[in-house]
């Protein structure tokens, strides 16, 4: 069954610190990835995707996330994290050629000043 | 240009009463989707619009659900005899086509149902 697991409900990181927020996938096909960011009271933003082509993937805001075949991964990074990085991420997953998207249960990132 | 734009923004009702959600997508966006999202949850994928396919509704947790999109373009949730589990944020999205596009999220209608 397809499915896309976020093992960290929550990750706390110090301002300045590397971040890191981790996604696993389950797919019959091949995968396209995705990681969306949700704010306060706000809906979900893109972040970044995964196609093909170069297994890192560089997105908005300074994240990059790295696809990991053999690991089933597509964890998000980020070198040096921002207060303003604090919201709730989500990493999503389509199981070409199907239409359905399918989504984590998301992980809160909060920055510590 | 404008986003996705989904009203009411918030909605409360009592169990058994029929509601209605509205999406607005993109224009020129033929793909759009609806996801509920509940405290603690991901996103679950309800239904799937693509141009003037059929769409893919595999994701509609009851027969109480239905969907319907006039034109390709405005989409409308209805949840008949609501129920309290019913309540959730339901998201609409939208992208250009289907595919690996990136969709574009509104920013909800909350429903509460008393």
């Known amino acids: ?113 | 240009g404008a986003g996705v734009s989904q009203s009411p923004s918030n909605k409360v009702t009592e169990k058994g009463k029929d509601v209605e959600l509205r999406c607005d997508p993109i224009s020129g966006h033929t793909a759009l989707y609806w996801y509920r999202q509940s405290l603690g949850q991901g996103l679950e994928f309800l239904i799937y619009f693509q141009g003037n396919s059929a769409p893919d509704k595999s994701g509609l947790p009851s027969d109480r659900f239905s969907a319907e999109r006039t034109g390709g373009s405005v989409s409308t949730l209805t949840i008949q005899r609501t129920q309290q589990e019913d309540s959730a944020v339901y998201l609409c999205a939208s992208s250009i086509t289907a595919g690996g596009e990136t969709q574009y999220f509104g920013p909800g209608t909350r429903l509460l149902v008393l």
Request: net charge neutral; with cysteine.
């Open chain 1, 1 to 113: 069954a397809q499915s896309v697991a976020q093992p960290e409900d929550q990750v706390n990181v110090a301002e300045g610190n590397p971040l890191t927020v981790k996604c696993t996938y389950s797919v019959s096909g091949n995968p396209y990835l995705f990681w969306y960011v949700q704010y306060p009271n706000r809906g979900l933003q893109f972040l970044l995707k995964y196609i093909t082509g170069d297994n890192l993937v560089k997105g908005s805001y300074g994240f990059e996330a790295e696809f990991n075949k053999s690991q089933t991964s597509f964890h998000l990074k980020k070198p040096s994290a921002l207060v303003s990085d604090s919201a709730l991420y989500f990493c999503a997953v389509r199981d070409m050629p199907g239409n359905q998207f399918y989504f984590g249960t998301g992980t809160s990132l909060t920055v510590i000043p």
